[in-house]
């Protein structure tokens, strides 16, 4: 069973940073796509960024040369800088592993609140 488990949400003004982690633990099948979604009050869950199963990187538009998307894979860690905060980012943010097995299993974290405000 997989868990993913995410950090370092929180406040912070617009034009500031952040970086959330992700965290995976349990068997990982080995072709796979890993990334980050958001869900903001009152709007449905969207793809932020991710990396795909070929290993390329994929972005929404609206955080196209603002958020960076990395990993760790021997730590089995999944990152995401965000910088050039907006107010229109604040959501909570979610890790997305995507499993290409015969199931096509997704899990899920928790998410964590990020708040740009000032």
């Known amino acids: 069973q997989v868990q993913l488990v995410e950090s370092g949400g929180g406040l912070v003004q617009p034009g500031g940073s952040l970086r959330l982690s992700c965290a995976a633990s349990?068997?990982?099948?080995?072709?796979?796509?890993m990334g980050w979604y958001r869900q903001a009050p009152g709007k449905q869950r969207e793809l932020v960024a991710t990396f795909t199963r070929i290993g390329t990187t994929y972005y929404t538009d609206s955080v196209k040369g603002r958020f960076t998307i990395s990993r760790d894979n021997a730590k089995k860690m999944v990152y995401l800088q965000m910088n050039i905060l907006k107010p229109e980012d604040t959501a909570v943010y979610y890790c997305n592993l995507h499993e290409y097995s015969s199931s096509q299993r997704d899990y899920w974290g928790k998410g964590t609140l990020v708040t740009v405000s000032s």
């Open positions: 349990g068997t990982i099948f080995s072709i796979n796509a």
